[in-house]
């Protein structure tokens, strides 16, 4: 018989050990990038079709789920689930397809915290005392709202009006241009104006959908006694359970008499659409700007599979003044970029006639689309995006006239280093020495300086970012960053 050295058998017993090993890895493969991507996929196919079934039950009109321009949405968003390599591919898939989608509050995120504790979130929320503000110009008041959330926004404009009885202005400009709507701030801001109580309009539930075709009108609220209330917990409640809501908005005090400018823009969107409208059934009310967003519905937050949760819209509004917001908005009184309302309104407070002062207004206009840099464009450059080497994800500001240049990106939690520059990289606007860091509202100067210092930004949280450059002149630029 041959003999075996030990040596040899620990050759044998290694070549053993790993023949084992790859037949293992190859039947099992369980750490393997596609074996995770179809799981993924299979959660995400499941959330998809969640989604669809949310729609299909609480939809305000079954109806428009039945249409062209929503199955083939549909089928993206199935085709989506499929392809998406995880969720945060999905849900930013989700949510930029919804922006071209048939009809507006569809939003998709992570659940921060369970669909039925939101409403108790929503009415208890405060904001920040930054969202309501009141200048004095001469003898108008100029009362800006950028929401129509939160308690203590609500507060503000109770506190605003009662600032403004005591000083008693000629006149009264309210800024909506940068309002994107909320919950019930509007009522108190629309109250304080009117002289007579005023039939608004109606939210229209599926239960009015379900008996009828027509569209409803003021006959159809007339018996109906009128929504009140500040709970959007209660809202959310009482409009799904009716075919109609009625709105009646009542006189508040104290009483302004004087007469009122409303500045609009096609930012202004949902609860600011509803209050815009409200307030031009005033005859001393002028509504100067843009044409709203026309998104106005009342959405609610639905928990979906594997810790998603989705908006979607329970009830559209029909305005007794023009009829259907949604996809439509609030025309003017007087159309003009939205950029010198605030201007052209302090011309006809000052007795300019309208003629004078729109030309004056379009003069503006014209000046200020002549852009600093010969409209060379600018970039957010920075780490987020590989300095620029990552081209499809590297932020272009937009100008806005009046050197500002203004852009938009989704940021991780995470810290990032960053300048602004064009393209060629001629010149950049990085950090003062000693200033690098800088904070959500916070506005800070820059410097124009060759091998300026990066400026650096941290972020807690996923974050939407909004980036305004103001450049007062080439040498000199301020920026601030304020979250969406």
């Not at 079954?62 to 549909?74: C, M, N, Q, R, V």
């Not at 959007?232 to 009716?242: G, L, T, Y």
């Not at 003009?336 to 002062?357: C, H, K, N, R, T």
Request: some cysteine; aromatic content about 10%.
């Amino acid at each position: 018989m041959t003999s075996i050295r030990a040596d040899q058998i620990s050759i044998y017993m290694k070549y053993l050990s790993a023949l084992i090993l790859a037949l293992i890895t190859l039947s099992c493969d369980f750490g393997s990038p596609s074996r995770k991507n179809e799981k993924i996929n299979q959660d995400l196919a499941h959330v998809a079709d969640s989604i669809s079934k949310l729609m299909s039950e609480y939809h305000y009109n079954p109806a428009e789920l039945s249409t062209d321009k929503y199955i083939e949405l549909e089928e993206k968003i199935r085709e989506l689930a499929g392809t998406a390599e995880t969720k945060e591919e999905f849900i930013k898939g989700f949510n930029t397809l919804w922006q071209d989608g048939p009809f507006s509050h569809v939003r998709l995120a992570m659940a921060e915290r369970p669909a039925g504790e939101m409403a108790d979130f929503i009415d208890s929320l405060r904001v920040g005392d930054h969202t309501v503000s009141l200048e004095w110009v001469e003898n108008t008041a100029v009362l800006t709202l950028t929401t129509m959330t939160g308690v203590d926004t609500k507060e503000g404009v109770f506190k605003a009006y009662q600032d403004i009885a005591a000083n008693k202005p000629h006149s009264l400009i309210i800024d909506l241009r940068n309002n994107t709507g909320g919950t019930f701030a509007g009522v108190p801001l629309v109250g304080h104006v009117l002289t007579d109580s005023a039939d608004t309009g109606m939210f229209v539930s599926r239960k009015w959908w379900t008996d009828h075709k027509e569209i409803p009108g003021l006959n159809d609220i007339q018996d109906l006694t009128p929504w009140q209330g500040w709970s959007i917990k209660s809202f959310w409640h009482d409009v799904q359970e009716v075919p109609l809501t009625r709105v009646k908005f009542m006189p508040m005090e104290p009483h302004f008499d004087g007469q009122v400018y409303v500045l609009t823009s096609k930012q202004s969107a949902s609860a600011a659409e509803f209050a815009v409208d409200a307030l031009a059934q005033a005859d001393k009310v002028t509504i100067i700007g843009e044409t709203t967003a026309g998104e106005m519905l009342s959405q609610k937050m639905y928990d979906l599979p594997h810790d998603f949760q989705l908006s979607l819209p329970i009830a559209e509004y029909y305005s007794t003044r023009i009829g259907r917001i949604e996809g439509r908005g609030v025309e003017p009184d007087i159309s003009i970029d939205q950029s010198v309302a605030m201007e052209l309104a302090f011309s006809l407070i000052d007795g300019e006639p309208l003629e004078v002062a729109l030309s004056n207004a379009k003069q503006a206009i014209d000046e200020m689309k002549e852009e600093p840099f010969d409209g060379e464009k600018l970039y957010l450059f920075g780490n987020m995006n590989d300095w620029g080497k990552k081209w499809r994800i590297t932020p272009q500001f937009e100008y806005k006239g009046k050197g500002i240049y203004e852009t938009s990106s989704q940021f991780k939690k995470g810290r990032y280093e960053f300048k602004i520059a064009p393209m060629s990289w001629d010149f950049d606007y990085g950090a003062v020495s000693g200033q690098e860091y800088i904070s959500v509202g916070q506005e800070i100067s820059l410097a124009k300086v060759p091998g300026s210092s990066n400026l650096v930004l941290e972020i807690e949280s996923e974050s939407e970012l909004h980036f305004s450059l103001y450049v007062r002149d080439i040498e000199a630029a301020t920026l601030e960053i304020v979250r969406e």
